[in-house]
């Protein structure tokens, strides 16, 4: 399993503060069948701005020496906060002050869990025009997003591809969260599973109870997609290999 979505360096964001920490929820994943890890810490929050490339490669080559040679691949990403002059931003890449996953075109963009704004289908369209393949995180769980399936069926449309939290899958965040995930998975707009993981015990690392879910409600090859041949497109930076078609089928 690839897992896209994970806060993994120490100290500069609401994941792990230390060393010791990050290496731990490494190595969680990687004992719960994670092979590759995408660090994605926040970036151009209001909180942690994060826009030192160099210093976040440290971050991340110091996990990795920590974690020595039998420890998952881990590779450099961001959790990138939209707001104004992200494109402009991109057009600096790939030495600018934005994170794409894994040094692709591929760009894991967050929205405020409130209100959006910017307009999310205006800001897709640019972004996919300009180039880039943005990938939304956690849709199910944008208050204001999340029960409108036509308005993110236009995202998937105008190029977006959504990320689903796994415990989002699992009732880990609650009932309503969860049928919205998997109203999307029900619905063919899930493209990536991630775990979003924060720490070691509210919201830690690994993926996989969510591909037993996944598995038992939509079949194996459905979370063979979402965790291992869709991520492994973005590694590759290649396109994602077909739309998600429309899964049918799902238990109670």
Same mark, same amino acid.
């Given at each position: 399993?690839?897992?896209?979505?994970?806060?993994?360096?120490?100290?500069?964001?609401?994941?792990?503060?230390?060393?010791?920490?990050?290496?731990?929820?490494?190595?969680?994943?990687?004992?719960?069948?994670?092979?590759? /890890?995408?660090?994605? @810490?926040?970036?151009?929050?209001?909180?942690?701005?994060?826009?030192?490339?160099?210093?976040?490669?440290?971050?991340?080559?110091?996990?990795?020496?920590?974690?020595?040679?039998?420890?998952?691949?881990?590779?450099?990403?961001?959790?990138?906060?939209?707001?104004?002059?992200?494109?402009?931003?991109?057009?600096?890449?790939?030495?600018?002050?934005?994170?794409?996953?894994?040094?692709?075109?591929?760009?894991?963009?967050?929205?405020?869990?409130?209100? @959006?704004?910017?307009?999310?289908?205006?800001?897709?369209?640019?972004?996919?025009?300009?180039?880039?393949?943005?990938?939304?995180?956690?849709?199910?769980?944008?208050?204001?997003?999340?029960?409108? /399936?036509?308005?993110?069926?236009?995202?998937?449309?105008?190029?977006?591809? /959504?990320?689903?939290?796994?415990?989002?899958?699992?009732?880990?965040?609650?009932?309503?969260?969860?049928?919205?995930?998997?109203?999307?998975?029900?619905?063919?707009?899930?493209?990536?599973?991630?775990?979003?993981?924060?720490?070691?015990?509210?919201?830690? @690392?690994?993926?996989?109870?969510?591909?037993?879910?996944?598995?038992?409600?939509?079949? @194996?090859?459905?979370?063979?997609?979402?965790?291992?041949?869709?991520?492994?497109?973005?590694?590759?930076?290649?396109?994602?290999?077909?739309?998600?078609?429309?899964?049918?089928?799902?238990?109670?």
């Amino acid at each position: 399993m690839i897992d896209i979505h994970a806060h993994l360096l120490p100290g500069i964001d609401d994941g792990p503060s230390r060393l010791e920490e990050a290496a731990a929820m490494c190595r969680a994943a990687a004992a719960d069948g994670c092979t590759v /890890l995408v660090a994605t @810490p926040h970036q151009r929050h209001a909180l942690w701005w994060n826009g030192d490339r160099d210093a976040l490669e440290a971050l991340r080559s110091g996990v990795e020496s920590a974690l020595g040679p039998a420890a998952p691949r881990l590779l450099l990403g961001a959790a990138v906060r939209v707001g104004e002059g992200l494109i402009e931003a991109l057009e600096d890449w790939p030495r600018g002050e934005v994170t794409t996953l894994a040094g692709s075109r591929y760009v894991l963009i967050e929205f405020s869990r409130v209100h @959006p704004d910017p307009d999310p289908l205006s800001l897709v369209h640019e972004l996919a025009v300009a180039g880039w393949r943005p990938v939304l995180a956690h849709p199910e769980e944008l208050g204001w997003l999340a029960d409108d /399936l036509p308005t993110i069926g236009r995202l998937v449309g105008l190029g977006a591809a /959504l990320q689903v939290t796994g415990a989002s899958l699992t009732g880990g965040y609650g009932r309503r969260t969860q049928e919205r995930a998997r109203a999307l998975l029900d619905h063919g707009l899930a493209h990536f599973v991630a775990s979003d993981a924060h720490d070691l015990e509210r919201r830690p @690392p690994g993926l996989a109870a969510a591909v037993r879910e996944i598995s038992r409600r939509w079949g @194996p090859e459905v979370a063979e997609l979402l965790t291992v041949t869709n991520p492994q497109a973005v590694l590759d930076d290649l396109p994602l290999p077909a739309p998600s078609e429309r899964l049918s089928g799902a238990e109670a």
